[in-house]
C-alpha cells in the first residue's frame, strides 16, 4: 500500500493505516533529528510533534507530493525552532544514584550511540544551516531541486551551505583522525 | 566490503574536487545510516500518543476539511479540560508495591483503550515543584504536573495514556530531570535517563 493510501485511510479514521505510515518513516525522521540537534531527547520530541503536526495537517497533504518529503518539510523546520529555542532553555539531567546502583545493567542510555560517533561530534561543530544542507545532501540523498522544495531556500545559496559545510566537515574529521 | 571500512572518517589527503567530495559523500551516507535507531516499538509509542492526541482533540474519524480544523481543536481543547477534571476529581487505582508500584493503570479504560495512569515518585523531601514529563506530552516540562501526597515526598499525577510503551521522567523544581529508581528504565537505545511503561490494551 502507497503512502497516499495510508494518508487516505489515515484520513478516514484508520487508526492502523496511520501506525504503518509512521512506523515507515519513524526511523528516517529520527535519525534525520538526532544528527541535527544531537541529543536523542530533543529528536524524540521534535519527531513526535513532526508526526502530530503531519496527523493535524493531512487533509491538506496533497498526494502529488512524496509523503516523506511533505513529512521532512515540517520536521526540517522543527529542528530549526528547537535549535533556535534551545538557549532559552535550561535542562539538565540528573544521575540519580540509587538508580544507578539499583539498575540491573550498566545505564543503557550510556551506551555507544549516535552522540559519540565521528559523525555526530563533527555535525555540532557546524553552522545549523550548513549541517542541514549537508545532512539533505549527502545522508539522505536529495538533488538540489528537492532540497529547494523542501528547504524553501535558492539552489545557490543551498549549493554554497553544502560546499562550506563539506569543507569545515572534512577539515573536523581529518582533526579527529590525528587525534589531539 | 564491511561497514568498518566506511565508518573510518576519510582521510584529508583524499583527492581534490569530485572524487573528494564523492568520498566524503559516501562516508557521511554510510556513517548516517549506521546511526543506531529506534525500535519499532518506540515507532508505534510514537504513532500511539499521536493518535489518542488527536482522538483527545476530537479529530479522528471526521474527514473534515483543513479550515474546519481550528475550530474542532477548540472543542477538542475544551474535551481535554473535561477529562481532566474528571481525573482530578476520581480516585486512581494503585497497584500492589512490587517493584514500586510507582505506575498504576486506572480500572476505567477511557476513549478507544486510553487508560487513566497513575504515576508517582518518591523524592526527598524538599523540591517544591513536580512535573512528569514523557512521550505522552511532548516531553512539556510544563504540561503535567504532580501533586504531593502526604509528607513523605511522594508526588503524583494521573495521565490519560493510549495502549502501548511510554518513556517518562520527572522535572523536579523546573531543571532537574530524574529517573525513579523503583521503576523500569528505558532499554537498550534509550533516550536519555528515563523511565518505561507499558500500558495493557487497545484492539
Same mark, same amino acid.
Given at each position: 500500500m502507497t503512502d497516499a493510501e495510508l494518508v487516505q485511510r489515515s484520513r478516514s479514521g484508520d487508526a492502523r493505516a496511520f501506525g504503518v505510515l509512521v512506523g515507515r518513516h519513524h526511523a528516517a525522521c529520527w535519525r534525520f533529528a538526532v544528527h541535527m540537534l544531537g541529543d536523542r531527547t530533543d529528536a524524540e520530541e521534535v519527531v513526535q510533534d513532526a508526526f502530530w503536526r503531519a496527523y493535524r495537517a493531512l487533509e491538506r497533504?496533497?498526494?502529488?507530493?512524496q509523503f516523506r518529503g511533505w513529512l521532512f518539510r515540517i520536521l526540517t523546520n522543527l529542528c530549526r525552532n528547537a535549535l533556535t529555542s534551545r538557549g532559552r532553555r535550561t535542562r539538565r539531567f540528573v544521575h540519580d544514584e540509587l538508580a544507578m546502583a539499583s539498575a540491573?545493567?550498566?545505564?543503557?542510555? #550510556? #551506551?555507544?550511540g549516535v552522540e559519540d560517533g565521528a559523525l555526530q561530534r563533527a555535525l555540532r561543530q557546524l553552522d545549523p544551516l550548513q549541517r542541514e544542507a549537508v545532512l539533505l545532501k549527502y545522508?539522505?540523498?536529495?538533488e538540489y531541486g528537492e532540497m529547494v522544495a523542501l528547504t524553501g531556500v535558492g539552489e545557490s545559496a543551498l549549493k554554497m551551505r553544502v560546499k562550506r559545510g563539506a569543507e569545515r566537515l572534512r577539515a573536523l574529521l581529518a582533526a579527529e583522525r590525528k587525534g589531539p | 566490503m564491511s561497514d568498518d571500512v566506511f565508518l573510518v572518517p576519510p582521510a584529508d589527503?583524499?583527492?581534490?574536487g569530485a572524487a573528494r567530495e564523492a568520498a566524503l559523500a559516501v562516508w557521511v551516507a554510510a556513517a548516517y545510516a549506521a546511526a543506531p535507531v529506534p525500535s519499532d516499538e518506540a515507532a508505534r509509542a510514537c504513532a500511539d500518543a499521536v493518535w489518542a492526541r488527536g482522538q483527545a482533540a476530537g479529530r479522528v474519524g471526521d474527514p473534515a476539511g483543513g479550515g474546519r480544523w481550528r475550530h474542532r481543536w477548540w472543542w477538542g481543547g475544551a474535551a481535554a479540560a473535561a477529562l481532566f477534571l474528571v481525573v482530578v476529581t476520581r480516585p486512581a487505582v494503585r497497584q500492589g508495591?512490587? %517493584?514500586?508500584?510507582t505506575v498504576a493503570p486506572g480500572a476505567t479504560p477511557g476513549l478507544a483503550g486510553v487508560q487513566q495512569t497513575r504515576i508517582a515518585v518518591t523524592l526527598p523531601? %524538599?523540591?517544591?515543584t513536580v512535573t512528569v514529563v514523557g512521550d505522552f506530552n511532548g516531553?512539556?516540562? %510544563?504540561?503535567t504536573r504532580l501533586s504531593p501526597v502526604g509528607d513523605h515526598g511522594e508526588w503524583a499525577a494521573t495521565v490519560p495514556l493510549a495502549p502501548g510503551r511510554h518513556v517518562y521522567a520527572f522535572v523536579v523544581d523546573g531543571v532537574e530531570w530524574r529517573v525513579d529508581p523503583l521503576a523500569p528504565q528505558v532499554p537498550?537505545?534509550?533516550? %536519555?535517563?528515563a523511565n518505561a511503561l507499558i500500558v495493557d490494551g487497545g484492539p
Open positions: 497533504y496533497d498526494e502529488r507530493d540491573p545493567a550498566p545505564a543503557p542510555y #550510556r #551506551r555507544l545522508a539522505e540523498g536529495l | 589527503d583524499a583527492p581534490e508495591a512490587s %517493584g514500586g508500584g523531601v %524538599g523540591a517544591r516531553w512539556d516540562t %510544563g504540561a537498550d537505545a534509550g533516550f %536519555g535517563p
